[in-house]
């Protein structure tokens, strides 16, 4: 490679690979909670992954809203590199978009029992999903806040902080999900409600200790985030929210697909649901890599936007691609090696009350090998568009793959042709390659399509 393509690639990797630490980290919050849930049994495991795919469409919602502000300061600091006072209005105007969102969610999630039952699950997974929301549904603010602070220190280049504080709260998690669920640490036995609580206190520790860092770093100091929080800027409120709820809806579209997907299982019954929670845990996981070098491509292609750069957007974009699908590659290989290796983390394997699910997890992982180049694709490809600021087109996309495509064929496979799971997974598939597809022409075409004299 030629010495700017090098440069490139050292300042993505090492924008990418905290990002990429990141994502894991918080995947493995989410995870110490299928594994506690597991401690209970299959039921509590299938029950709390109803209420958690219910939360995650709200919360990836939120959270694709809150990203603008990646892209927003990028470009700011392409075009001043020692912008202030610009950057700390981004960040609150975001919180406050944030904000303005969270409130009506409460409001649905609270109402989550009722709307399980009205898509048809089980009347007493649908009353323990309930439960376990009432606990969790306020981790969305802080979790939503913490995001927003993430991305304001990524735009800088920075983001280790967060990196070491998701570390530091997975133990967090785990300790104060196994004594409230349990009854631990003098703290009463409060079972799936306990684990939604938990969730809440974690994300309020996310929080509040990536403010305290951001507050206290002379780094980060000399914003000032907390200087004139209450100044209206209706015109950058507009921005966040002009690019942010499509990236929201795009996000919206992609996880509640996987959310529907799990609503179909529990059509199927309850070993298809447990099943499911434990392979899109692991798909999840694997994902982080692609989703945290698409969050860099973001960022370094918004700054090469901010400056008008056309060689470097292009560099950027492209040494992402080939980073993020070179590792798929390598992850595939690794979910067709050692599926029962990867569920036995989530299931007792010598359980006999185990052995259809664990069955149908290892099933599931055969598919989910089979997109993770596609799926590691749309993820960079997304983030790459989003780094020049286009985000609408692709939410189209977004509908017409996962939507249209994946959950229609996924239904026809599951259900009239008699696939069940894997047919629900094969649609799956087919919508993640479509939205791949597109992405990657809309991004070649840049250029024709005039992305970049906008």
Partial sequence: MSSPWRQEAGALVALALPMI????????IAATD???LGRLGAEAVAAGALAINLFNAFLIFGMGLVTAAAPLIASERGRRRHSVRDVRRTVHQTLRAAAFFVLPAWLLLWNAQRILLAMGQDATLSREAGELMHGLQWALLPFLGFTTLRNFISALERPVWAVVIMVCGIPFNILIGWA??????????LGLFGAGLAGTL??????LSLLAVILIDRRFRRYRLLGHFWTRDRERLRAVWTLG????????????????????????????????????????????????IGQAATVRVGLAHGRRDRAAIGRAGWLALMIGTGFAVMAATVLIAMPRTLVSAFLDLHDPANARTATLAVSFLAVAALFQIVDAAQAVGAGVLRGIQDTKVPMIFALVGYWIIGIGVGTLL???LGLEGVGI???LASGLGAVAVLLLIRWSMRDRLGLLSR
């Fill in 180 to 189: 409230l669920i349990f009854g631990h640490l003098g703290l009463p036995a």
């Fill in 34 to 36: 299928l594994l506690l």
């Fill in 245 to 292: 709820l499509p990236i929201a809806v795009t996000l919206g579209f992609e996880t509640t697909v996987f959310n529907a997907s799990a609503f179909l299982m529990g059509l199927i019954d309850r070993d298809s649901l447990a099943a499911h929670a434990v392979a899109i845990q692991i798909a999840a996981l694997v994902f982080m890599v692609p989703m945290g």
């Fill in 202 to 207: 974690s994300s309020s520790f996310l929080f």
């Fill in 414 to 416: 599951a259900f009239p």
């Fill in 425 to 427: 997974w094969l649609g």
């Fill in 21 to 28: 630490a990141g994502n894991i980290a918080w995947a493995g």
